[in-house]
């Protein structure tokens, strides 16, 4: 495994929206990965605290679901935790005899928990190396556009993670903000006006300051 070296540090970073997502090379289940083969399409990565545990397996069931969904959104699905390589193997296999579905999207292995560190998905003064269920939105140019972090008792909403994606896309395709609960198809918000001549000519609206947008992209 390799991790960009100005990301190889073994306290945790604290990322944020807009930075560059650490590069890395690992081992999955579906062969070696490095984190730059997905430039130009979305990706969601995601870690998780531990293999064969109850609200990981829902989550990855759940996930594996709705596949179809997030590659409509021309988006890759990539999940990482600290259980080796044959862990995650075995996991894969057991969903798929317990449960009748196969697990159709990569699990990274990372037993240094470099890349746990790197994105701060492990809590610098954790008491063990699992990671928390953090999410990360990550554009076609290789920027993190969204983040969510979950803890180890509380599964994440499928549903939301594919509602975050379109909403990202929807105003990377056009110039508008989204509110409230917005779902793909609903109307969109236009974004603050930083004009003074036209808010001045606007002063007998008094919505001025939130305006929609009627007919939004469905991403």
Not at 112 to 133: F, K, L, N, T
Not at 149 to 178: F, H, I, K, N
Not at 199 to 216: I, M, N, S, V
Request: hydrophobic content about 45%; proline content about 8%; glycine content about 6%.
């Amino acid at each position: 495994m390799v991790v960009a070296p100005c990301q190889s540090e073994t306290a945790s970073r604290v990322l944020h929206i807009g930075d560059p997502a650490p590069n890395f090379e690992a081992r999955t289940t579906m062969g070696p990965i490095a984190l730059a083969d997905f430039r130009g399409r979305w990706l969601v990565l995601f870690s998780h605290p531990a293999d064969f545990t109850p609200v990981c397996t829902s989550e990855f069931i759940a996930l594996a679901r709705a596949s179809d969904q997030f590659e409509a959104l021309q988006c890759s699905l990539l999940a990482v935790s600290v259980d080796s390589l044959y862990a995650h193997l075995a996991w894969v296999r057991a969903i798929r005899d317990g449960f009748g579905v196969t697990i159709n999207f990569p699990i990274v292995e990372d037993t240094s928990v470099i890349i746990g560190r790197a994105y701060g998905m492990v809590a610098e003064h954790a008491p063990d190396a699992a990671a928390m269920r953090s999410t990360y939105f990550i554009d076609p140019a290789g920027y993190i556009r969204a983040m969510t972090c979950y803890p180890a008792t509380v599964g994440r909403s499928v549903d939301e993670m594919l509602r975050v994606l379109a909403a990202l896309q929807a105003v990377d395709a056009d110039d508008v903000v989204t509110p409230e609960g917005w779902q793909p198809g609903e109307a969109a918000l236009l974004p603050p006006e930083q004009d003074q001549a036209i808010l001045l000519e606007a002063a007998d609206d008094p919505t001025w300051f939130c305006r929609f947008k009627p007919h939004a992209p469905k991403g």
